[in-house]
């Protein structure tokens, strides 16, 4: 879009969003030794510590939430704030070609599975930069603490609780070391929001009983409204349009969100030496206009939520008839958050749902999808209705013929 200045020129529409310039070192994935330049570190995740290859120096990186100041000035924001590395994503290719800038080879990076690579030259770590789509580097991530080994006990006690109606397929092959840990996108909100809430509350008065079948109750009928005035630190908003679907009918990927919340404070500026060679990675694919419907619904549940310790008088409950939510400022930012991940393929008929079993990556939560036996299932249903009848039956006969 452009406007035309009085000279008669043509002026850039200006941005609908105040950018949050991203701390230097996380723009193009790769920070460098601080003590002597080099691309080559290794992350400990015991320790969280990265150890430069090349002089050994030891450091941690800098918290994201103290270097952007994310905490604070929630209640000032005003408009919408983006993040440099949450802007509107300006190419969705995800096979990227890369110049190295130590030997000067072009390698070729697809960004759909990893964000990482070296030159198979020089082995130099190679920079990201602003080659690829925006929406593959984000402004922080949440490094692992959760093991391969732990994530495969947490799946297999998972599994073992509902294995006797599991699909016989999914019961054969079921092989937890195939998990797999993947850095899922999303977006960290900041909101400063009015809300406010219309509805009905009911007060109990008494109650008449009529009969064995039918019981009167009385209440008084009250016009409730509350106005909010909220400050919402941190709220974790999913950027991919596929699980963002929770009516999926291909998968039950959707089922990652199952495993929130992460400790986002923990978060750090994103540096690519946390992917390593174990973990992979998602780009995100969706802007902040997309997700900004998803944040509102989450305003609005911690709005209800919030309300509800003042309603409590109402004994028989409240029903909200009306909610308006003023989001009078907000403060988006890229990260991604990590997640161990098994998957499995379900063909029912000429239709493949793939089940999936997450766990996070800090907390080790637990949650998923195990595609069950219907055949199996079916017979107990019935089974255990046929031995319901069988105890009922002759009581409700002996019932009869006595008159009781």
């Not at 509350?226 to 999913?238: F, G, N, T």
Request: proline share 4%; aromatic share 8%; with cysteine.
């Amino acid at each position: 879009m452009t406007t035309e200045d009085p000279q008669g020129q043509f002026l850039p529409e200006p941005p609908e969003y105040v950018e949050l310039a991203t701390p230097k070192g996380a723009a193009d994935g790769v920070v460098r030794c601080p003590k002597c330049g080099a691309s080559e570190v290794n992350y400990d995740p015991a320790t969280g510590e990265f150890r430069c290859a090349y002089c050994r120096y030891a450091w941690k990186e800098i918290s994201l939430d103290e270097a952007m100041k994310l905490s604070e000035g929630i209640g000032d924001l005003r408009g919408t704030t983006v993040s440099s590395a949450a802007v509107d994503i300006i190419d969705d290719s995800a096979l990227v070609t890369v110049t190295c800038t130590g030997c000067g080879s072009e390698v070729v990076i697809d960004t759909d599975h990893n964000l990482r690579a070296r030159c198979h030259w020089c082995k130099h770590e190679l920079s990201l930069n602003n080659r690829i789509p925006n929406g593959a580097v984000p402004d922080g991530i949440l490094p692992f603490i959760v093991t391969k080994e732990q994530a495969m006990a947490y799946i297999n006690d998972f599994v073992n609780e509902r294995k006797t109606f599991a699909h016989p397929g999914f019961a054969s092959t079921f092989v937890p070391e195939n998990v797999m840990g993947v850095y899922m996108p999303y977006m960290t909100v900041d909101g400063n929001v009015d809300v406010r809430l219309d509805g009905e509350g009911e007060v109990l008065r008494r109650t008449v009983r009529v009969n064995d079948n039918q019981t009167e109750y009385h209440a008084d009928r009250f016009a409730v409204m509350r106005h909010l005035s909220m400050e919402i630190d941190d709220l974790i908003v999913e950027t991919s349009s596929d699980r963002a679907n929770i009516h999926s009918t291909a998968s039950t990927n959707n089922i990652i969100n199952a495993v929130l919340p992460f400790d986002v404070k923990s978060m750090v500026r994103f540096n690519s030496n946390f992917l390593g060679s174990e973990y992979t990675s998602e780009r995100r694919d969706m802007d902040v206009d997309a997700a900004e419907s998803y944040a509102a619904n989450h305003f609005m549940t911690l709005a209800r939520a919030g309300a509800q310790s003042s309603v409590s008088g109402y004994d028989r409950g409240v029903a909200w008839t009306s909610e308006q939510a003023n989001v009078k400022g907000s403060r988006w930012t890229a990260v991604l958050l990590p997640v161990w991940l098994y998957g499995f393929v379900e063909t029912r008929g000429r239709r493949q749902i793939t089940h999936y079993i997450a766990v996070n990556g800090r907390s080790g939560t637990t949650m998923g999808s195990v595609p069950i036996n219907r055949t199996k299932a079916a017979w107990v249903a019935w089974g255990t209705a046929a031995a319901i009848s069988a105890v009922t039956w002759p009581l409700a006969i002996v019932a009869l013929a006595t008159g009781s």
